[in-house]
């Protein structure tokens, strides 16, 4: 028993460390972006801190399991590498000691895997595209920055202004050129702001107090107006009715219907509990035939078959989506595969003699 707990927490111990710093990899690569979202005026500066949170908890779906499996593999070569792998042989403990670690350690892995994909995934991945469609509406004038021009709508509308107040509610001394094929107009205001329709929920950028120019580039027909208020309706769309888009379906909705789409989507959601079960028995195997002074060769075996398992149900999962792989078949054949090289790895180390006994003169 102290020896099982004993092999579980250097587990554990090698996956907080690899996951540690992922995490920081991860959060500081997606903060960077959203930060140069946020600048750009392509997202509101108040999401980020949701978006970021609602990101981290899904991409443990990934984490989880990669981290395991390599934290396992480099706990397994550590004993080697410090003797401790032959004291547990002498003692008695041989593959089970590490195996039975790993189940337990997979189980609960597997548990946190599963309620990521199963439950939680879906409902961030429909949080984070409602945001996405509402941030894009309230970062068009959150972007534009005193003293800047700020293209909108593909340079259809450039913004600027010279202040902007202190609550970054107005654009103060604003204009905005619109260009609409050969008809360039302007608009230029002592104060701007925002304003979201009630009924429509279309946002309009709103010019108090100011004077709009119309008309043709090298005309002579310029249209002048003065005006009190003139609103004008930033581009943007009703966000999409995601009800039913299957990715963002609840798993219990997916388990009524037999079609291939609901399949597939199905499949995907457990194929990553499932690696997460799967993947530190391989990693107990390749760890413990990885020689102390040649530990980079195992480390390479092990990248890459963490790699090619997951390139394989990528690419299952894609075939399956066009339909040309049946769902019957799917993500299964990839998970029965890595099954049966646990199995033969496990036997051909059980049972080295075996292998020997077909060598002629043995």
């Known amino acids: 028993m102290i020896l099982h707990r004993y092999v579980i927490l250097e587990y554990l111990k090698h996956f907080a460390m690899l996951i540690g710093g992922l995490l920081v990899v991860y959060f500081s690569t997606r903060l960077a972006s959203y930060l140069g979202q946020a600048a750009d005026g392509k997202m509101a500066p108040e999401h980020i801190a949701i ?6 908890a899904v991409s443990m779906r990934d984490l989880i399991p990669m981290s395991l499996y390599i934290g396992i593999f480099a706990a397994i070569v550590r004993f ?3 003797s401790e792998l032959t004291a547990f042989r002498a003692a008695g403990a041989g593959h089970q000691l590490f195996l039975v670690a790993a189940f337990k350690v997979a189980l609960v892995s597997t548990a946190l895997v599963g309620t990521i994909t199963l439950y939680i995934e879906p409902r961030a991945e429909k949080i984070v595209e409602d945001i996405k469609n509402q941030t894009k509406n309230e970062a068009t004038i959150a972007g534009v920055k005193a003293g800047r021009f700020k293209e909108i709508g593909g340079g259809k509308r450039i913004f600027y202004a010279e202040k902007i107040s202190q609550d970054e509610l107005l654009l103060e001394n604003a204009f905005v050129q619109i260009r609409d094929g050969a008809d360039v107009g302007l608009l230029r205001s002592d104060e701007a702001y925002v304003e979201t329709d009630d009924k429509t929920k279309d946002r309009f950028a709103v010019f108090l107090d100011g004077t709009s120019y119309a008309g043709r580039p090298g005309a002579l027909d310029y249209v002048v107006t003065q005006f009190s208020k003139y609103a004008l309706k ?7 009715d995601l009800s039913n888009e299957v990715n963002y379906m609840a798993t219990t909705d997916l388990l009524k219907y037999e079609a291939d789409g609901f399949r597939t989507e199905l499949q995907w959601r457990l194929a990553r509990p499932m690696a997460a079960f799967l993947l530190p028995f391989l990693a107990v195997l390749i760890g413990l035939v990885s020689s102390g002074e040649h530990w980079y060769i195992g480390l390479l075996t092990a990248v890459s078959g963490y790699f090619a398992y997951s390139n394989l149900l990528g690419v299952a999962h894609a075939m ?13 054949a990839v998970q029965l595969s890595l099954l049966a090289v646990i199995v033969t790895l496990y036997w051909l180390q059980r049972n080295p003699r075996r292998r020997r006994a077909a060598t002629p003169g043995k």
Do not use: F, V
């Not at 978006?51 to 981290?56: D, H, K, N, T």
């Not at 399956?320 to 299964?332: D, E, I, T, V, Y």
């Open 234 to 240: 930033i581009e943007s769309h009703a966000a999409a």
């Open 320 to 332: 399956m989506r066009k339909g040309a792989l049946s769902p019957s078949l799917g993500l299964w």
């Open 80 to 82: 080697q590498r410090d």
């Open 51 to 56: 978006l970021l949170a609602l990101r981290l």
